[in-house]
Structure formats: C-alpha cells, structure tokens
C-alpha cells in the first residue's frame, strides 16, 4: 500500500489536483479515484474526499451515482478553473499525472469491459458472475454456480486473462453453420 504525501496541500491545491486527476483520467468512480490518487502518492482519502465534495458542491465535478459508488466527471466550471489557476499546483505534480494517467486509463476502461463478481446464495452454493461489455452494452454474461468461494474467487480472477478467448470461442462455435442438428 502506498505510503500517504508527507507535504500537505492547500485547499485550492488539493482541489486543483483533483480536478485535473479527473480531467485526464475522464469519468471515474470515487473508488478509482482514490485507488489512482494512493498509487501515486498524490493525496490522501480524507483530503480527496474533502475536495470531491467542495468540487460537486461548486459544480466544478459532476456527481452521478454508479453502483454503490458514484462516478465524477470534468463539469466545464470545473476545466475553467484549470486553464485559470493550474500554475497553483507545481508542475512536477501534473506531469506525475499526465505520466501515469494513459496506463490508468487502459485499466479503467478494462475493468469497465470485463467484470466479475462472486456471491454465496447457500451453504454450498456461490456463484461467479462474469461478463462482456462494451460500449456501455453486456455482449455476454455468464453465472456459475460453484461448490465453494475459493473456487468461485479463482475463477473471478482468471475471468480477466481468459474473457476475450472465452467469448470467441462462444461466438465461433454458436455461429458455425448445422450446430445442434
């Protein structure tokens, strides 16, 4: 886990840099904000949280809820603010940004493609869910039911490196000409 800032910003800082986080980063969750602010040593919870609010509030961040979280986007108060007072925040601080954004946004946009969860509906009885999605729409989604969570968690750790083959597999062997006759 990373270690917190030891500096402390300013209130304006700490809401400078979150705004620019979220605008190269795009649309996030508050979950991946923090997780992208803590691998980075950018900022820690309380101070991002302190900041999200003030921003939503100011309506320089757009707040919309996303499954047991919410998900925050760039508003165009909030790119003013940037081109206006970016020079507040040093530069090393935004090109650590600009830097580690592209990889987190492949992440980002991998963990919104493949999903995959586990869950215990009995005694004996979990299920990995997983699933396909793109461009907002399930392509497929698939629900296991297993006989015991450590199975269930390996496979919702394996859905990731396996999804793309597995949904090819299915498509080719679902669209082959006479299957089933």
């Given amino acids: 886990m990373a270690e917190l800032p030891v500096f402390r910003l300013g209130e304006t800082e700490r809401k400078l840099l979150t705004l620019f986080a979220v605008s190269e980063l795009g649309s996030c969750t508050n979950l991946q904000l923090i997780a992208f602010m803590a691998e980075n040593d950018l900022m820690n919870y309380f101070d991002l949280q302190s900041a999200l609010y003030d921003l939503t509030r100011g309506g320089q961040l757009q707040k919309e809820p996303e499954r047991g979280d919410d998900r925050y986007t760039l508003a165009p108060p909030g790119g003013e603010a940037i081109a206006l007072f970016s020079q507040r925040v040093g530069t090393s601080v935004l090109e650590k940004i600009r830097a580690?954004?592209?990889?987190?946004?492949?992440?980002?946009?991998?963990?919104?493609?493949l999903f995959a969860e586990v869950s215990h509906e009995g005694r004996n009885e979990y299920h990995a869910r997983m699933g396909v999605a793109e461009g907002g729409m399930r392509l497929m989604s698939l629900d296991l039911s297993l006989p015991t969570a450590e199975l269930a968690e390996r496979f919702r750790l394996a859905w990731p490196d396996g999804a793309r083959d597995i949904y090819d597999f299915i498509l080719s062997r679902l669209s082959e000409g006479g299957a089933g006759e």
Avoid: H
Wanted: proline content about 7%; overall charge positive; charged content about 55%.
């Fill in 100 to 113: 580690a954004a592209p990889d987190y946004r492949a992440r980002l946009k991998r963990e919104r493609e």
